[in-house]
């Protein structure tokens, strides 16, 4: 067995914070060092919680849209790693699930990370993630997405593609009209690279 395939499965066997959640552990991800693409999530939902699978819901199809993916590539671990913030359903809260647990990201993410030598593209998904992995630079995800074009083209801040976030993409149309072509564009790129 690999190192890499070793780390994936403890982290698949992670029960750091199992007292916490409503469901109990059941960390979903996907990852292979191959991977060209990264997406950074927040926590799976309810429906991933019981299904086992990154993005099998409604937010994943309107992901897989923005991207101009297949399923069938989309889940292709050694061309799309899918990482989120929480690796566990958090449970659900007044305006939707509640925020990713905070001990997943220092106990696997970096050393996680430290496995995805191919990538191409980064895509950060909503406002955990973006805090994390933009530090200083985030201040609100609409701020963020709007200057995408400083960190193009190795790491893209998306909005969450949840449909809680309609209104938002309402107002903010400049996101499907300028961001989202050339969005497919590289995503295209990198998979053929």
């Not at 309810?46 to 994943?60: C, I, L, N, T």
């Not at 970096?110 to 980064?122: A, G």
Request: glycine share 6%.
């Amino acid at each position: 067995m690999t190192k890499f395939s070793s780390l994936l499965n403890e982290v698949r066997d992670c029960t750091i914070c199992a007292s916490e959640l409503p469901l109990g552990p059941r960390p979903v991800l996907q990852m292979h060092p191959k991977a060209k693409i990264l997406i950074v999530g927040q926590a799976p939902g309810r429906k991933v919680h019981e299904s086992g699978v990154p993005f099998d819901d409604a937010s994943g199809k309107r992901l897989r849209e923005w991207l101009g993916v297949t399923s069938d590539v989309f889940y292709d671990p050694e061309q799309v790693a899918i990482l989120p913030m929480g690796f566990c359903f958090p449970g659900s809260g007044k305006s939707g699930d509640l925020a990713p647990r905070s001990e997943c990201a220092p106990a696997w993410r970096e050393e996680l990370l430290s496995h995805l030598s191919q990538l191409e593209i980064t895509i950060v998904l909503g406002s955990y993630a973006q805090k994390y992995h933009f530090g200083e630079a985030f201040s609100s995800v609409t701020d963020l997405v709007k200057s995408w074009r400083t960190y193009w083209p190795n790491i893209v801040p998306l909005p969450h593609p949840s449909p809680r976030n309609n209104i938002w993409l309402r107002k903010n149309p400049w996101f499907e009209i300028e961001l989202l072509p050339l969005l497919r564009q590289r995503v295209s790129e990198s998979l053929r690279g």
